[in-house]
């Protein structure tokens, strides 16, 4: 059973496409996240949604648009790929908003070309 | 601001030796420190933890440090083996807004040669 599935694992696409990335916890937790990691493995937090209500919105461009339609669910929908928004993206969740224990997915690692 | 800085960034050592990552944050009020272990293709697997109430927590071969004055906090990987392999990252929680944020540092590229 996997705690934090993310799909696709791979995402390749034209620039000025639109995807989508889903992800789903399975940990009973009520507080989700989504991560950027770029090419120099740097770690950082995009978004952070707690009982489908955002908290945490980190300057990140209106072309991002998470969507939680469960606290069980969080998906992030791309507008517009640009060439810079290539990076691995990763889902995780934690039991409440203070991190403790959070489990990350394994990963999307989105190519625009 | 917030900020975690991580040393070394790459770290090469021979089986058996002992490994030590090195951290530094900025915000005065973190008070929770994980380490995060990412093997290649993997998402970030949490490998320990450590809360400002305790100097020092261990578990089997790895053990974490933390001098809250000084804002620094280590990892210790010791009798290391080929499967430490792996990028290792710190990370500080820091309020924000009545909930909380996980600053990483960059990360550490540990490779654990036979």
């Known amino acids: 059973d996997t705690a934090v599935s993310q799909t696709p694992k791979y995402l390749v696409t034209q620039m000025g496409n639109d995807k989508s990335i889903k992800c789903e916890q399975n940990?009973?937790?009520?507080?989700m996240y989504w991560y950027k990691q770029d090419s120099k493995k740097f770690l950082k937090i995009m978004f952070s949604y707690n009982n489908k209500e955002l908290i945490i919105n980190e300057t990140v461009p209106n072309r991002f648009s998470p969507k939680s339609p469960d606290k069980a669910h969080l998906n992030l929908h791309i507008n517009s790929l640009e060439l810079g928004d290539s990076a691995v993206y990763f889902c995780?969740?934690?039991?409440?908003?203070?991190?403790?224990?959070?489990?990350f997915g394994q990963g999307t690692r989105l190519t625009v070309v | 601001g917030e900020n975690v800085e991580q040393h070394p960034s790459t770290l090469s050592v021979q089986e058996g030796d002992s490994a030590v990552i090195k951290c530094t944050y900025s915000d005065s009020a973190s008070n929770y420190f994980p380490w995060y272990k990412q093997e290649l293709g993997k998402g970030p697997q949490l490998i320990i933890d450590i809360r400002s109430n305790v100097g020092e927590k261990k578990d089997q071969r790895i053990a974490v440090t933390l001098n809250k004055t000084a804002k620094h906090f280590s990892l210790h990987i010791t009798e290391t083996q080929p499967e430490d392999s792996a990028v290792y990252f710190c990370a500080a929680r820091v309020p924000w807004g009545g909930y909380n944020k996980l600053i990483f540092g960059a990360g550490t590229r540990l490779a654990v040669h036979p």
């Open positions: 940990l009973g937790h009520d507080t």
């Open positions: 995780a969740s934690s039991l409440g908003g203070g991190y403790t224990e959070a489990f």
